[in-house]
């Protein structure tokens, strides 16, 4: 599923990221990586989004957020 | 990570260090938001500046850091120190992102000459977001520059929940990084009124800069790109060390290759950054946990570590703030503030200021000429209609401009601005701007000044660029007067429509010249994905608005203000030599001066949109000072008392008609309305001119206003050839 399909406040994994591969690098740079754990914090307008990695807060227009892949981790792990 | 930045992004032949004194420099690098502009305005106080990066129109702020000695028998030491723009990486996406990675990549190869003053990288390091921060470090350690790290937002860190330094005593954290670093990191708080640790940063600059330290772990290559592989990954990993610094592998090494490449591989960095990355993992487990690279990780956690989700106070606030149906209206209203206070607030005392110059403050200075015996002579009309009312204009410019920044500040501080570029992102996105541009565009309607100020709030020179071309647009409330007057005089059943219709003809303008912008010399600027980092919301500190207030509202003064006075002076001269008639100068009246003398040469040019008299003609050179005095100058130049209502033009509206009927075939209402389309589009007034060039440069300003006087021409001979035939 994508960012936007992911129910609020739920522990994330990132699993892919679909943006073009300078946009990608630098979303990488910034902390949001493969593998990456996240929580949608806030829904906001037009489909964005406003992800918790590591303690900080990360907003995404609805486009970009469409294009990041994540998945429920499913237990404490 | 190949060395090299992206391919679109100009490669700078100049960094600011090129144009920084010969003394020790100093360059402050971060991420946004992380504290150091405000570090910055610590450390030097007054003595700054801002000007351009070289070849570009990125604004830098370079000052001098006066660095009191130990000693009280030595003198104080100088530094040059330039705050970079803030970047996340040295890898640049950006022309701003640019001159950062230029100024280090020039430091590093000033540094190695001998004969070279040194330099000194104070990387500051946000303790809120220590990974992210921690990869910028490890690049600019890359390049070998000696580095100090500046630790701020310290008192955030502590108050977080789920960061990776929650409830870390400030000085145990930079104990702790810096022994693991190798580097001296010093606790800094720039908003503290006592030393704030700015004296042990110093001391700690001059001692890197005798004695070069490097980051452990951080192996710079010592080639350059151009004719080598750029090494990558290369790690040895070793038992953790006592950390005092120099063991290279307690953390691994990895090597970094410099970013001024010209062949960009993605592929390439990405492993790269892969190996940077991991360092800076080991960093943060070794400050949270201690626990050394050797030691076996938790199961499952494969990936960049977090822990649970804490609710913080900012993610309550952004309940309401970012919901997506209050989002927009907060936005908005926040906006109307801004335009409140920049219009109705500020009004007063610009005008409480204009009456004081002009009334007593002139009374006086035309006394003592009185008293040398110069009275009513052309000295006095220089000092008094001249140099007077020129200062007299800066000065009623600075309650709106200390208001405006105030309120950015408060914006900016309070961790707002970048919601809203999140929340207005929608909006702007067509036109290919960050959403913070809505901010100043709306405030373009209530005074163009201002709201070329506010585009400062923006991350890319471009995009400030852009906008700051677009605002002049705006219609701002000085040119609805103009409106008002003709509307009423022409239109006297439907003045409320015109009124609105020039409104809308303002916005459609700035939709269609931001999109013609985009599609010629604005190519390279397009809105890419949004990716922002939200920074906590905290209370602003009034101490450093106040003192960011000052230097801003100075730098208004001292460049856009001597525009505005030289202008002033100008006109006066015009107005002042006599061109018929028998006159002294600056005892002419304004139908015999130089200044109707060049009106009636410019009112040809005017005859196709139907206003090619010498009334409007010079009143249009009156609004080029000023949009508010163009009432005033087609009274003048009527000979009779300007309107106190501009919506009962009495007389004034009878003169109007017939001139402009006169000069339009009989098709005055037409001409009228070219009228007021040319007073929306041709040019704003002197003071927001003398602003744009202070903010992009003389060539940026005057393009822009060749541009706006051949499209308003164009668009009123348009507006007055189809209304004549309708």
């Given at each position: 599923m994508t960012l936007p399909e992911s129910p609020l406040g739920a522990e994330l994994r990132v699993t892919g990221v679909r943006l073009p591969a300078a946009h990608a690098f630098r979303l990488n740079e910034m902390g949001i990586r493969l593998g990456t754990r996240a929580h949608v914090t806030q829904h906001a307008a037009f489909g964005g989004r406003v992800i918790a990695v590591a303690g900080s807060r990360y907003a995404l227009d609805g486009e970009t957020a469409a294009l990041i892949d994540v998945e429920p981790v499913k237990c404490r792990e | 990570m190949s060395c090299h930045a992206p391919a679109s992004v100009r490669v700078l032949g100049r960094s600011p260090i090129a144009t920084m004194p010969d003394v020790l420099r100093v360059l402050l690098v971060g991420g946004p938001n992380v504290g150091k502009s405000t570090l910055f305005n610590a450390l030097t106080g007054a003595r700054q500046h801002t000007t351009n990066a070289p070849g570009t129109t990125v604004e830098l702020a370079t000052g001098t850091w006066r660095t009191a000695a130990r000693d009280t028998r030595e003198p104080a030491t100088e530094?040059?120190?330039?705050?970079?723009?803030?970047?996340?990486?040295?890898?640049?996406?950006?022309?701003?992102?640019?001159?950062?990675?230029?100024?280090?990549?020039?430091?590093?190869?000033?540094?190695?000459?001998?004969?070279?003053?040194?330099?000194?990288?104070?990387?500051?390091?946000?303790?809120?977001?220590?990974?992210r921060s921690l990869y910028l470090l490890a690049q600019v350690a890359g390049t070998g520059v000696p580095i100090v790290v500046a630790l701020t937002m310290l008192d955030l860190a502590e108050a977080a929940t789920d960061s990776a330094t929650t409830a870390a005593e400030p000085q145990t954290l930079a104990a702790t990084l810096g022994a693991i670093l190798g580097v001296p990191v010093i606790p800094v708080d720039a908003r503290n009124r006592a030393d704030g640790g700015l004296q042990e940063l110093a001391d700690a600059v001059h001692e890197v800069a005798a004695y070069p330290r490097r980051v452990t772990g951080i192996a710079p290559l010592a080639t350059s790109c151009g004719g080598t592989t750029g090494t990558v990954a290369q790690q040895d990993n070793g038992k953790p060390g006592d950390g005092a610094g120099g063991s290279k592998a307690e953390l691994g090494t990895v090597r970094v290759v410099r970013p001024d490449s010209a062949v960009p591989d993605l592929a390439e960095e990405l492993a790269h950054a892969e190996t940077l990355f991991g360092w800076v993992e080991r960093v943060v487990e070794q400050v949270t946990t201690g626990r050394g690279p050797d030691d076996e990780a938790p199961a499952g956690a494969s990936g960049p570590s977090h822990g649970p989700l804490h609710r913080t106070f900012s993610d309550r606030v952004d309940t309401v703030?970012?919901?997506?149906?209050?989002?927009?209206p907060v936005f908005l209203s926040v906006v109307w503030l801004l335009f409140?206070?920049?219009?109705?607030?500020?009004?007063?005392?610009?005008?409480?200021?204009?009456?004081?110059?002009?009334?007593?403050?002139?009374?006086?200075?035309?006394?003592?000429?009185?008293?040398?015996?110069?009275?009513?002579?052309?000295?006095?009309?220089?000092?008094?209609?001249?140099?007077?009312?020129?200062?007299?204009?800066?000065?009623?410019?600075?309650?709106?401009?200390?208001?405006?920044?105030?309120?950015?500040?408060?914006?900016?501080?309070?961790?707002?601005?970048?919601?809203?570029?999140?929340?207005?992102?929608?909006?702007?996105?067509?036109l290919g701007l960050d959403g913070r541009s809505l901010l100043p565009l709306i405030i373009g309607f209530g005074c163009n000044l201002p709201a070329l100020a506010a585009t400062r709030t923006l991350p890319s020179a471009r995009q400030r660029l852009l906008t700051g071309l677009l605002i002049p647009l705006t219609s701002c409330s000085a040119r609805l007067t103009v409106y008002v007057l003709l509307a009423s005089a022409f239109f006297p059943q439907h003045a409320g429509t015109v009124i609105f219709a020039m409104y809308l003809v303002?916005?459609?303008?700035?939709?269609?010249?931001?999109?013609?912008?985009?599609?010629?010399?604005?190519?390279?600027?397009?809105?890419?994905?949004?990716?922002l980092v939200?920074?906590?919301?905290?209370?602003?500190?009034?101490?450093?608005?106040?003192?960011?207030?000052?230097?801003?509202?100075?730098?208004?003064?001292?460049?856009?203000?001597?525009?505005?006075?030289?202008?002033?002076?100008?006109?006066?001269?015009?107005?002042?030599?006599?061109?018929?008639?028998?006159?002294s100068v600056g005892d002419v009246p304004v139908a015999d001066s130089l200044y109707y003398s060049v009106a009636s040469g410019i009112a040809p040019v005017l005859a196709p949109a139907g206003f090619g008299n010498d009334h409007a003609a010079a009143a249009l050179m009156t609004g080029f000072v000023a949009k508010e005095v163009v009432v005033g100058s087609f009274a003048q130049s009527y000979a009779v008392a300007a309107p106190n209502d501009p919506a009962r033009a009495g007389n004034l509206g009878a003169q109007l008609r017939a001139s402009f009927d006169g000069s339009s075939g009989g098709h005055g209402g037409a001409a009228a309305l070219a009228f007021m389309v040319f007073v929306l589009a041709y040019t704003p007034c002197v003071a927001a001119l003398a602003e744009q060039r202070r903010l992009f440069g003389w060539r940026p300003t005057a393009s822009a206003l060749g541009v706006q006087l051949a499209g308003a021409w164009a668009l009123a001979v348009l507006v007055f050839q189809v209304g004549s035939r309708l």
């Open positions: - | 530094h040059a120190i330039v705050d970079l723009p803030g970047t996340y990486s040295l890898l640049a996406l950006s022309a701003d992102e640019q001159v950062t990675a230029d100024a280090v990549r020039e430091l590093e190869q000033s540094s190695a000459e001998v004969t070279s003053q040194p330099g000194v990288a104070v990387v500051v390091l946000d303790a809120t977001a220590l990974p703030l970012l919901n997506p149906w209050a989002g927009i409140e206070l920049t219009t109705k607030f500020a009004a007063p005392l610009q005008g409480a200021i204009g009456q004081l110059v002009n009334g007593p403050l002139a009374s006086v200075v035309t006394w003592l000429f009185g008293l040398l015996g110069l009275g009513d002579s052309w000295v006095q009309g220089l000092l008094v209609d001249g140099v007077l009312v020129g200062v007299g204009t800066v000065l009623t410019f600075l309650p709106v401009m200390a208001v405006m920044f105030a309120s950015l500040g408060v914006l900016e501080d309070s961790g707002y601005l970048a919601r809203a570029a999140f929340v207005a992102d929608r909006a702007m996105r067509s303002s916005v459609l303008l700035v939709l269609g010249g931001g999109l013609l912008l985009r599609r010629t010399a604005f190519r390279d600027v397009h809105a890419g994905p949004l990716m939200l920074p906590p919301y905290q209370r602003p500190h009034l101490r450093t608005l106040g003192m960011s207030v000052r230097l801003r509202v100075g730098s208004f003064v001292a460049r856009a203000g001597k525009i505005i006075v030289l202008t002033m002076i100008f006109v006066w001269a015009l107005m002042a030599v006599p061109v018929t008639g028998q006159h």
